[in-house]
């Protein structure tokens, strides 16, 4: 079992920027964590890939936000970073941290992030 807790959302004006952490824990395999990534659910949208991160650093973004938002990750820590700027008011979402152990995904509970315009 792997534990994510997710931190850093909150409120940002258009154009601002923010930064979303989750960490991992709750497990001896958790340094075998292959993909580390984010999503978003926006009201009565589902969930959609933002970005994602292999262990290796290899990256994977979301047209919608690429060129605005960086995915990085620290193996040591387990953790992955989300920075996000030139936010948006469309970039207002529930965001989620996933990551891929054994071909199981697990979820963290969610951080919401709101951009006003």
């Known amino acids: 079992q792997v534990q994510l807790v997710e931190s850093g959302g909150g409120l940002a004006q258009a154009g601002g920027s923010l930064r979303l952490s989750c960490a991992a824990s709750?497990?001896?395999?958790?340094?075998?964590?292959?993909?580390m990534g984010w999503y978003r659910q926006a009201p009565g949208k589902q969930r959609e890939l933002v970005a994602t991160?292999?262990?290796?650093?290899?990256?994977n973004y979301a047209d919608s936000v690429k060129g605005r938002f960086t995915i990085s990750r620290d193996n040591a820590k387990v953790t992955v970073y989300l920075q996000m700027n030139s936010l948006k008011p469309e970039d207002t979402a529930v965001y989620y941290c996933?990551?891929?152990?054994?071909?199981?995904?697990?979820w963290g509970q969610g951080t919401q992030v709101t951009v006003s315009s």
């Open positions: 709750n497990s001896v395999s958790i340094f075998t964590i292959r993909d």
């Open positions: 996933n990551a891929v152990l054994l071909g199981l995904d697990y």
């Open positions: 991160i292999t262990k290796s650093g290899s990256t």
